[in-house]
């Protein structure tokens, strides 16, 4: 199970961190990444990141503004999210992938977390 959380209103150029806290004693095992939803679009890959944390893979929408980092003793996953601009605004949903490398397909995840948004003002 995974539960995302730290979403928020931020004004444009504002930062916000997001977690998602899994549950289960194989997070270790599962890559990790983030997606983003606006209502009305497809939902679209931010980040991910691979099962020890030393491979990351980035959209080119968020590179250079976002980072993703993970805490394998605490069954987390974050998301840094610097510079924020007002088409950053949507549902962020964290994912999970029965495999150590990183994804960037929806269908490369097994598990979604229930989202949480995140509205950038102008």
């Known amino acids: 199970q995974l539960q995302a959380s730290g979403g928020g209103l931020v004004q444009a150029g504002g930062c916000l961190r997001l977690?998602?806290?899994?549950?289960?004693?194989?997070?270790?095992?599962?890559?990790m990444g983030w997606f983003r939803q606006v209502p009305g679009k497809e939902r679209e890959f931010a980040a991910a990141?691979?099962?020890?944390?030393?491979?990351?893979y980035y959209a080119d929408s968020v590179k250079g503004r976002f980072t993703i980092s993970r805490n394998n003793g605490k069954n987390t996953v974050y998301l840094q999210m610097n510079s924020l601009r007002p088409e950053d605004t949507a549902v962020y949903y964290c994912?999970?992938?029965?495999?150590?490398?990183?994804?960037?397909?929806?269908?490369?995840?097994?598990?979604w977390g229930q989202g949480t948004l995140v509205t950038v003002s102008s």
């Open positions: 994912a999970a992938r029965r495999d150590s490398g990183t994804g960037y397909l929806f269908d490369d995840y097994d598990y």
């Open positions: 977690s998602c806290a899994a549950s289960g004693r194989t997070f270790s095992l599962y890559a």
């Open positions: 990141i691979s099962w020890s944390g030393g491979s990351t």
